[in-house]
């Protein structure tokens, strides 16, 4: 886990150098100028663009996004190595989300009809975060290092939320709506309950019980790792093995359990580097919102070539989701070679967690207030494939170590969903 860092506060020219290199202004110009050409030339292009055109002006915001995402992450493990976690993990997961948010907004309030958005937005984050990216830093981590012991009651709590949210945004609808949309008044207090709960588990995550988001004790993941050494020595000595495992057992139980709130190096991290802190986060956002401009404006040419090839449109929305979640999922992928597994779980569980949270109750509102139908009713074979994979996260939570075989299944489970979208 990236623990705090306690050096003294960088002078306003250090932290120029610091914050404000070459390649982060490379890359920030390179997204804003993207967003500046493409709104002006966009009137100019013919319509419809020849396949060729349409392929090269994708393949360039594609360019310009991952380059983009490079600064974000660089920003993001900057930040995490100042707060630690869960905070710093939590910067970038609300930048992303909250940003996210904002573009199915605007496409709600613009011309056309939306009324699935929000609904085939989330669950294609949902497929893409838990199954596709999780699966991957799960074989990751498990090539490198065996297995590794993730926070349970941390992981946990994750898997509870996205049951609850899951269940009120998806398969409620279905059964007391509408036609898949809630009346104003179910809507209203699904809405409600949803910004309640989610600023009673930040309140949690952030507070007394931030350890349990953190990594687990050194001593307990290097026993319940799964590592060839700690394999053979308990063939060598079970009885060795077994005693070993269940002292550092019980010094992670006991560090778990006992309270430990927003730690005081927390608020003097904040004090001493508030404006480093500032500066980066700023930074961040800055970068983040050209990958999500340059998503919406992609949108159009996506669904134009996708129709040229006969593919579903819902697969539009899949690619969209893939391209605005690349800087979390590399710096998930990033944790996972470092051994941070659940720093993995923060950024994967914690940003669906943070989707259905905020866009859901934002949505809900905005029919509220315009009168604009919103189906949230999910399929039967996506409701059956959500239900499956919350199913596989609740027993990799509960397993002593996450190994390559939970992410196997996870990737088999994301194959599933590709088969679906195309059915």
Same mark, same amino acid.
């Given at each position: 886990?990236?623990?705090?860092?306690?050096?003294?506060?960088?002078?306003? $020219?250090?932290?120029?150098?610091?914050?404000?290199?070459?390649?982060?202004?490379? @890359?920030?110009?390179?997204?804003?100028? %993207?967003?500046?050409?493409?709104?002006?030339? #966009?009137?100019?292009?013919?319509?419809? /663009?020849?396949?060729?055109?349409?392929?090269? /002006?994708?393949? #360039?915001?594609?360019?310009?996004?991952?380059?983009?995402?490079?600064?974000?992450?660089?920003?993001?493990?900057?930040?995490?190595?100042?707060?630690?976690?869960?905070?710093? +993990?939590?910067?970038?997961?609300?930048?992303?989300?909250?940003?996210?948010?904002?573009?199915?907004?605007?496409?709600?309030?613009?011309?056309?009809?939306?009324?699935?958005?929000?609904?085939?937005?989330?669950?294609?984050? %949902?497929?893409?975060?838990?199954?596709?990216? *999780?699966?991957?830093?799960?074989?990751?981590?498990?090539?490198?290092?065996?297995?590794?012991?993730?926070?349970?009651?941390?992981?946990?709590?994750?898997?509870?939320?996205?049951?609850?949210?899951?269940?009120?945004?998806?398969?409620?609808?279905?059964?007391?709506?509408?036609?898949?949309?809630?009346?104003?008044?179910?809507?209203?207090?699904?809405? &409600?309950?949803?910004?309640?709960?989610?600023?009673?588990?930040?309140?949690?995550?952030?507070?007394?019980?931030?350890?349990?988001?953190?990594?687990?004790?050194?001593?307990? @993941?290097?026993?319940?790792?799964?590592?060839?050494?700690?394999?053979?020595?308990?063939?060598?000595?079970?009885?060795?093995?077994?005693? !070993? $495992?269940?002292?550092?057992?019980? #010094?992670?139980?006991?560090?778990?359990? %006992?309270?430990?709130?927003?730690?005081?190096?927390?608020?003097?991290?904040?004090?001493?580097?508030?404006?480093?802190?500032?500066?980066?986060?700023?930074?961040?956002?800055?970068?983040?919102?050209?990958?999500?401009?340059? !998503?919406?404006?992609? #949108?159009?040419?996506?669904?134009?070539?996708?129709?040229?090839?006969?593919?579903?449109?819902?697969?539009?929305?899949?690619?969209?989701?893939?391209?605005? *979640? +690349?800087?979390?999922?590399?710096?998930?992928?990033?944790?996972?070679?470092?051994?941070?597994?659940?720093?993995?779980?923060? /950024?994967?569980?914690?940003?669906?967690? !943070?989707? *259905?949270?905020?866009?859901?109750?934002?949505?809900?509102?905005? !029919?509220?207030?315009?009168?604009?139908?919103?189906?949230?009713?999910?399929?039967?074979?996506?409701?059956? /494939?959500? &239900?499956?994979?919350?199913?596989?996260?609740?027993?990799?939570?509960?397993?002593?170590?996450? $190994?390559?075989?939970?992410?196997?299944?996870?990737?088999?489970?994301?194959?599933?969903?590709?088969?679906?979208? *195309?059915?």
């Amino acid at each position: 886990m990236p623990s705090l860092d306690h050096s003294p506060a960088l002078t306003s $020219t250090r932290l120029a150098r610091a914050v404000l290199t070459p390649p982060a202004i490379l @890359r920030l110009s390179a997204g804003w100028a %993207s967003i500046a050409a493409l709104t002006a030339l #966009a009137p100019a292009l013919p319509s419809p /663009l020849p396949s060729l055109a349409l392929l090269a /002006l994708l393949a #360039a915001i594609v360019a310009v996004i991952v380059l983009a995402a490079g600064g974000v992450v660089q920003q993001a493990e900057a930040l995490a190595g100042r707060l630690g976690d869960p905070y710093g +993990t939590l910067v970038l997961t609300l930048s992303i989300v909250v940003i996210e948010v904002v573009l199915i907004a605007a496409v709600m309030l613009g011309d056309g009809d939306h009324a699935t958005i929000a609904r085939d937005s989330v669950m294609a984050v %949902s497929m893409i975060i838990l199954n596709l990216v *999780f699966g991957i830093c799960l074989i990751v981590a498990g090539i490198r290092y065996g297995g590794l012991a993730a926070n349970r009651v941390g992981t946990s709590m994750y898997v509870g939320m996205l049951l609850l949210l899951a269940a009120s945004a998806f398969a409620l609808p279905a059964l007391i709506g509408d036609d898949g949309s809630l009346r104003p008044v179910q809507a209203a207090v699904v809405a &409600g309950l949803t910004v309640v709960l989610y600023a009673v588990f930040l309140r949690r995550q952030t507070g007394v019980r931030a350890s349990d988001f953190q990594e687990v004790a050194t001593g307990s @993941r290097v026993v319940r790792t799964g590592s060839r050494a700690a394999q053979d020595a308990a063939v060598r000595d079970p009885d060795a093995a077994s005693s !070993s $495992t269940s002292t550092s057992t019980s #010094a992670s139980a006991s560090s778990s359990s %006992s309270p430990s709130g927003p730690t005081p190096e927390i608020g003097q991290a904040l004090r001493t580097h508030r404006l480093e802190l500032l500066v980066r986060s700023a930074l961040l956002i800055a970068t983040v919102l050209p990958i999500v401009l340059l !998503s919406h404006h992609m #949108a159009g040419l996506l669904d134009e070539g996708l129709a040229r090839l006969g593919a579903p449109a819902a697969l539009g929305g899949v690619l969209i989701a893939m391209i605005v *979640f +690349t800087p979390e999922s590399i710096t998930a992928v990033r944790a996972a070679l470092g051994g941070e597994i659940q720093r993995v779980v923060n /950024l994967c569980h914690g940003a669906l967690v !943070s989707t *259905f949270a905020l866009t859901i109750p934002t949505v809900l509102v905005i !029919s509220l207030v315009t009168g604009q139908r919103v189906v949230l009713a999910e399929s039967s074979a996506n409701l059956v /494939l959500l &239900g499956v994979t919350l199913a596989l996260c609740t027993l990799s939570a509960r397993a002593a170590r996450m $190994t390559r075989w939970h992410g196997i299944a996870h990737l088999l489970l994301c194959a599933i969903y590709a088969i679906v979208l *195309f059915a």
